[in-house]
């Protein structure tokens, strides 16, 4: 039997000759070159597969194959949920092997846990391997990062939405690995991209919209991208599209040191306005002023609030960033400015308030305003990538002025995905705490 590979316009086709049997297999688009690399470890590296070819069932289009010879041992055909491998042999070789390989061709790595709970629930799962769906981009994932909403989720307190992967992870970086139907071309196999995700990051490959990706800035490792998507975009979300920041004025950053806290000093700043932060250690407030804060303070041993009056000289702040919640409200609205805005994001010290919250914020005249960016539509996502990618973006060039980073705490291998959610839980870390994928040699 021959098993032969052309390339072809997008179409597919079978041909049979009396005597010897000739298969025509044409690949479709650029995106069936990962797959045919895949085809090539996986498979034919086991030395017991002469040739391999992969049939997207979806799809229904040749994905990938290898080049074609003659074999005399027979023909095996494996079917999986998404794929129909067909495959050659020869006389001698073992084809039981094709199908334990054409199985983990459908299969990845990702964090899991049974049931709800601490660290220590936490494991490597083989799962299966997702696939784009209509506008949607395969990734394979370098590397991913550490939320507070990733620990909320392993707690049982924070589930997916609807819809979306159930896999830790809101951001990642990492290179396309597929297109799925209906994606327009702005990307292609091979870019090196990073995601905001709605979940799925922390595992070896995930599927995202095609607009709710960016481009991995010149000279940046995966490592450093991956620190980027939620924590900048939750920044950028809150300072410009909920707190409406205005050149000049001053803004107030709770958890100073975290991603979103490192991430919200140098924009705002990036729009010529003043950030202040609080946070528990002198280490921590060494940082902020190392990103670029105006001013920190330390809310175990000191009361912010008359911090924040000294240094704004009576006068208040003009945003707060608030992911605390609860304990803070007093001095929050002691701080505030008359006619701030209050953006609360998080609520790590809980929701309850006792007081007389309204009567304090309306002798203020403040505004109240809340976000969650997990849950917003896939539409408003879009523009919120877009208007990153135009505005902020840049400025993670080598050369720009003002120069925008992430900072990279630590960064742990998936296998050791437990440590990592217990230094989070301690809060030790300073900016971003990465989880890198394991690298598979053939």
């Known amino acids: 039997m021959v098993l032969e590979l052309l390339s072809s316009p997008r179409r597919t086709g079978f041909q049979y000759n009396r005597g010897r049997t000739f298969i025509h297999l044409y690949l479709l688009t650029e995106r069936m070159i990962q797959l045919q690399a895949l085809l090539k470890e996986s498979l034919i590296r086991t030395k017991h597969v002469e040739n391999a070819a992969a049939i997207g069932i979806n799809e229904r289009e040749v994905c990938a194959s290898t080049s074609g010879f003659y074999a005399e041992g027979g023909l095996i055909v494996v079917k999986t949920n998404a794929l129909i491998l067909i495959a050659t042999y020869r006389v001698g070789m073992y084809p039981s092997v094709c199908v334990e390989a054409v199985e983990k061709l459908g299969k990845m790595l990702a964090a899991h846990f049974d049931c709800p709970g601490g660290p220590e629930n936490l494991y490597v799962k083989e799962v299966m391997k997702p696939h784009p769906g209509e506008g949607e981009v395969l990734v394979k994932v370098s590397a991913s990062a550490l939320n507070r909403a990733d620990l909320l989720q392993r707690r049982g307190k924070y589930p997916p939405p609807k819809g979306s992967s159930d896999i830790l992870g809101l951001e990642a970086a990492g290179s396309v690995a597929g297109l799925g139907p209906g994606c327009t071309g702005r990307w292609k196999i091979g870019d090196a991209v990073m995601a905001l995700l709605s979940g799925g990051g922390q595992a070896e490959y995930v599927t995202v ?14 490592i450093q991208a991956a620190a980027i998507p939620e924590a900048w975009l939750t920044a950028f979300q809150l300072l410009h599209f909920v707190g409406k920041i205005q050149k000049g004025e001053t803004v107030l950053i709770h958890a100073g040191a975290s991603g979103v806290g490192m991430a919200a000093i140098q924009l705002v700043r990036l729009a010529n306005a003043i950030p202040i932060v609080t946070a528990g250690t002198q280490e921590k407030l060494q ?73 304090r914020l309306l002798s203020k005249r403040g505004s109240i305003h809340t976000s969650l960016l997990r849950s917003r539509d896939k539409e408003y996502k879009e523009q919120l990538v877009k208007a990153f990618i135009e505005n902020v973006l840049p400025y993670f060039s080598g050369g720009a002025s003002p120069h925008l980073q992430p900072f990279v705490d630590s960064v742990y291998p998936l296998h050791e995905i437990v440590e990592a959610h217990r230094k989070m839980e301690e809060s030790k870390n300073i900016g971003k705490i990465v989880i890198e994928m394991p690298v598979k040699t053939p």
């Not at 919209?209 to 995966?222: A, C, N, Q, S």
């Not at 924040?308 to 609205?333: H, M, P, R």
Request: hydrophobic content about 40%; aromatic content about 10%.
């Open 209 to 222: 919209p095609e607009g709710h990706l960016m481009p991995v800035p010149k000279d940046m490792t995966f």
């Open 287 to 359: 940082a902020t002023t190392n990103a670029g804060a105006a001013a920190g303070f330390n809310y175990k041993n000191e009361d912010f609030s008359e911090k924040v009056l000294a240094f704004t000289q009576g006068s208040g702040v003009d945003i707060i960033l608030d992911c605390v919640g609860g304990s803070y409200w007093e001095k929050n609205l002691s701080c505030l400015r008359t006619d701030g805005r209050w953006v609360i994001y998080g609520l790590l010290s809980g929701g309850e308030v006792h007081g007389d919250l309204l009567a």
